[in-house]
Structure formats: structure tokens, C-alpha cells
Nanobody
Framework: QVQLVESGGGLVQAGDSLRLSCTTS????????MGWFRQAPGKEREFVAA????????DYAKSIEGRFTISLDGARTTWFLQMNSLKSDDSAIYYC????????????????WGRGTQVTVSS
């Protein structure tokens, strides 16, 4: 069974950086768009960033724009979320996801999901 596997989460202090990675395990997934979402305690899961398979298009949530960067490796099998200037509000479980659709940004457009990695930012 194909799975998406996140890594790179952890406990950091405000102002620090983290780099999350997402890779596929057990095969390949249709991924015209790859993305990151997050869910904080008591809140709904929200969009963070997305990138098109070609790398030619990216989109970001307003709350993280300018601080986070989504990217792909050369083989297009792993995608990353570089998170800089982290704030306590960024604390959440971060999920990677893949979509068969192009330019996907809504949760319902993504059909493959990882199990999540915890990011905790202490102030």
C-alpha cells in the first residue's frame, strides 16, 4: 500500500527553523500537486502550501507567506517545507498530501495523505 511519510518535525524555540520532508513509501502516488496542511489542537486542518509537480507553481497561506518555502527534489519523489522564523502559532501536526488535480489547494482536492509530524514551537 502506498503511503506518504513525513519527517523532520520536532520541538524548537520561537525564531528557529525546521525542514519537513515528505516521501512516498510502497510505490508511487498520482501527484500533480503536492502540498502541506496543518492542524492545531482544537482547530480544523488548514492549508499551508502547495507546489505543482513541475515546480512551476506554488501557493501559500497568508499566515506563513514569506517564512515558509515549499520545494521538490530533482526526482519529484520528495517534497519539503522549509519553515523559518517559527512562531508559537505554527505549532501543529503537519500533514503532507498529494493530489491528482493541478493547482490544488483545498483539502478535499487531495486524495493521498501522510499521518502527520508534530511541530511544537515554544515561546
Amino acid at each position: 500500500q502506498v503511503q506518504l511519510v513525513e519527517s523532520g518535525g520536532g520541538l524548537v524555540q520561537a525564531g528557529d527553523s525546521l525542514r519537513l520532508s515528505c516521501t512516498t513509501s510502497g510505490g508511487t502516488v498520482s501527484r500533480n500537486t503536492m502540498g502541506w496542511f496543518r492542524q492545531a489542537p482544537g482547530k480544523e486542518r488548514e492549508f499551508v502550501a502547495a507546489i505543482r509537480w513541475s515546480g512551476s507553481w506554488t501557493d501559500y497561506a497568508k499566515s506563513i507567506e514569506g517564512r515558509f518555502t515549499i520545494s521538490l527534489d530533482g526526482a519529484r519523489t520528495t517534497w519539503f517545507l522549509q519553515m523559518n522564523s517559527l512562531k508559537s502559532d505554527d505549532s501543529a501536526i503537519y500533514y503532507c498530501a498529494a493530489s491528482e488535480q493541478h493547482f490544488a489547494t483545498h483539502e478535499r482536492e487531495f486524495n493521498s495523505w501522510g499521518r502527520g509530524t508534530q511541530v511544537t514551537v515554544s515561546s
